[in-house]
């Protein structure tokens, strides 16, 4: 059962930076996709950005262009660099972890709150 970590949430204003960080805690199989979710209040969870284990990225059309999602397999870590955060972008933030192999197994992490205000 892999668990994940996430850390680099936090409070800051319309045009700020922050960078989520998502560490598994084993070695993830061959064959995954890693990624992020987000949950404003009152609203469903929702894709933020995606990349697979032969480096295919996709991202929710609202952070194109300002969010960058990348990876280190020897960290088992998937990475989250959010830039010109704007008030649209506050929500819980979850690290998603899919494996396959024979079977699809998905992990979740446990959410990092990021506040972006005034």
């Known amino acids: 059962q892999i668990e994940l970590v996430e850390s680099g949430g936090g409070l800051v204003q319309p045009g700020g930076s922050l960078r989520l960080s998502c560490v598994a805690s084993?070695?993830?199989?061959?064959?995954?996709?890693m990624g992020w979710f987000r949950q404003a209040p009152g609203k469903q969870r929702e894709l933020v950005a995606i990349?697979?284990?032969?480096?295919?990225?996709r991202y929710a059309d609202s952070v194109k262009g300002r969010f960058t999602i990348s990876r280190d397999n020897a960290k088992n870590t998937v990475y989250l660099q959010m830039n010109n955060l704007e008030v649209e972008d506050t929500a819980v933030y979850y690290c998603?972890?899919?494996?396959?192999?024979?079977?699809?197994?998905?992990?979740w992490g446990q959410g990092t709150q990021v506040t972006v205000t005034s």
């Open positions: 998603n972890v899919e494996e396959y192999h024979l079977v699809k197994r998905a992990y």
């Open positions: 084993m070695k993830i199989f061959i064959s995954n996709r």
């Open positions: 990349i697979t284990s032969g480096d295919i990225i």
